[in-house]
């Protein structure tokens, strides 16, 4: 698990991303995943918090063009970009073809959202095991419930979709409740895939 300096930021260079994330499901390794770009970087250097949370991530992938091109110029090979949407794609396509029956997790967006995603990745791949869903806007209370739920499920690998930097900050705040669990923001996929 190599890691190379984009501004500071220690970011994972391997080749296959979603393999490595398979295996940690299978050791119980918690892992918290970064999709990296470029406004991401530059978040994090006027925020010493979001800061520290990347570079305690177990796992930094070079999502934007920008950190991508940086690491070519650096390690002067070719790296290739994974954008957190597509990491999300190949983990749920590879949890259904080697049918782990690991429990899967949809957090964000508008109400229904998630849900509706949910529903489309379980109609594509039956093998999948989605255990739950829940909206991105909610009221302290519900989101006191939304965490007892995580905690009871233990679902082990969870999708995030809260935005940047929020996301990245939810995670770090909670991983906690599923200690073994794979955590990933993912931005915006759950608008894309509810269509
Ligand atoms: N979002 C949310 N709760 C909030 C704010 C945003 O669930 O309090 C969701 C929003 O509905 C959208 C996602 O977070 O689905 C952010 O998407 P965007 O494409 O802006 O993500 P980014 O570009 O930061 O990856």
Not at 70 to 75: N, V
Not at 89 to 97: A, F, H, I, P
Not at 100 to 118: C, D, E, I, L
Request: negative net charge; aromatic residues 10%.
């Amino acid at each position: 698990n190599q890691a190379f300096s984009v501004l500071g930021i220690p970011v994972h260079v391997m080749a296959n991303y979603p393999g490595w994330l398979l295996e940690s499901l299978e050791q119980g390794r918690g892992i918290h995943v970064v999709t990296l770009n470029a406004e991401m970087t530059m978040q994090a250097e006027q925020n010493e918090f979001l800061a520290q949370i990347i570079k305690n991530a177990e796992l930094v992938i070079p999502d934007g063009a920008g950190v991508v091109l940086y690491l070519r110029l650096l390690l002067w090979q070719k790296v290739q970009r994974f954008p957190g949407i597509e990491l999300a794609e190949k983990l749920l396509q590879e949890l259904g073809q080697q049918k782990t029956g690991a429990k899967v997790f949809f957090y964000g967006a508008a109400p229904g959202v998630a849900s509706t995603a949910a529903d489309f990745w379980q109609q594509q791949i039956p093998e999948l095991n989605i255990v739950g869903t829940h909206s991105g806007y909610h009221s302290p209370e519900e989101e006191a419930q939304l965490q007892q739920t995580l905690a009871q499920l233990q679902p082990q690998v969870i999708f995030v979709g809260l935005g940047v930097p929020r996301q990245e900050l939810w995670i770090a705040e909670n991983r906690h409740l599923c200690p073994q669990a794979i955590w990933i923001g993912v931005g915006g996929s759950f608008d894309i895939w509810s269509g």
